[in-house]
């Protein structure tokens, strides 16, 4: 809700075409609007997906289908996940655990969709595992 992440990626990559989402006009992001619902002129438009936001999704695989939709082929989704024993609430409506975010990677690897690493990107904080998917 602060661009955080979208000023963090631009200092690390270096890069100004970083643009970020939200559904709060408050937010100030770039694009104002549910990632339930993306565009379709977003369809294999960009290169790297970042969402933190997978356990606010009304649905979570379709959320991350729509994802891996508006990302071009060879282009990566980058999820981080809490796997924390989160309290369900309006906002945090879905709760993940390692073991059923890798089952679900894996189902869409052994269908060609996507190939990722059962290893996760190392984080700070153990229970918010960022996981590397790329889109074949």
Known sequence: RNNHERECFKKILQLENIYSCDISAESEADYILDFNFLP?????????VFSNSLDHALNP???IFSWLDIIKPG????LGIDT??????LSDCNKFTHKSVC???KSLQDDNKIHYSSEFLP???IDWPHY?????
């Open 40 to 48: 379709s002129e977003w369809l294999a438009k960009w290169d790297i």
């Open 84 to 89: 924390s024993e989160i309290e369900l609430s």
């Open 103 to 105: 089952s679900f990677l």
């Open 75 to 78: 282009g990566h989704l980058v």
């Open 123 to 125: 984080t700070a904080e």
């Open 61 to 63: 695989t379709f959320a």
């Open 132 to 136: 590397l998917i790329r889109k074949t």
